[in-house]
């Protein structure tokens, strides 16, 4: 039986907890949380930045995003897919934002965003879907479980085997 609890969240007013390795913590309102969102194609969420924190590149496969500062200073940006032709790069598009200014991020590009200032920051995103998925990349490729053959990394970014080890060694978490 749906009732009224399956329309709202509390708690958005919190601050998360950004003491963890990349100072950065997102509280989200999908479909999870809030069952009346199943088949509505949105959600939100809140993102809090310790001073210099970091939401590390990440990407969400079945939504774009649209982000406002409303407190601190956020250095943000994406990267184009890549270019149909082989002689182009990839683009970073990045901008500085201030409380009040808004970015998008185009769904399924790889995007961060960063906290310039010595002052914790805030921000609020719409994503275009209930369920907008994320995959940070850092974690999906030198953190998945089992463990993607070093081999193939080591060729795919041309280091050293001993770089993707130690990539592999380190202990990458998740701040949704």
């Known amino acids: 039986m749906v009732t009224a609890e399956d329309f709202f969240f509390a708690g ?16 989200p309102v999908n479909v999870n949380q809030l069952p ?3 088949t509505l194609g949105v959600s939100l969420v809140r993102i809090d930045y310790a ?3 970091l939401n590390p590149p990440h990407t969400h496969p079945r939504a774009t995003e ?7 200073t956020l250095y943000v940006g994406f990267v184009t897919s890549n ?13 500085t934002l201030y409380p009040g200014d808004v970015f998008v991020f185009p769904e399924g ?19 275009s879907s209930q369920n907008p998925g994320v995959i940070t990349v850092a974690n999906a490729v030198f ?4 463990p993607i053959s070093r081999d193939v990394l080591t060729k795919a970014f041309q280091v050293d085997a001993n770089v993707v080890k130690y990539l592999q060694g380190q202990f990458w978490m998740n701040n949704n």
């Open 51 to 53: 001073p210099y924190g």
């Open 143 to 146: 953190g998945s479980d089992p």
């Open 109 to 127: 590009l790889i995007h961060f965003q960063f906290n310039t200032g010595k002052t914790n920051a805030v921000a609020f995103a719409g994503l």
């Open 83 to 95: 270019p149909a032709d082989a002689t182009q790069k990839n683009k970073l598009f990045t901008k």
């Open 36 to 38: 009346g969102l199943n």
């Open 66 to 72: 649209i982000l406002v500062v409303v407190e601190g």
């Open 12 to 27: 958005l007013n919190k601050p998360g907890d950004t003491s963890n390795a990349v100072g950065s913590k997102v509280t």
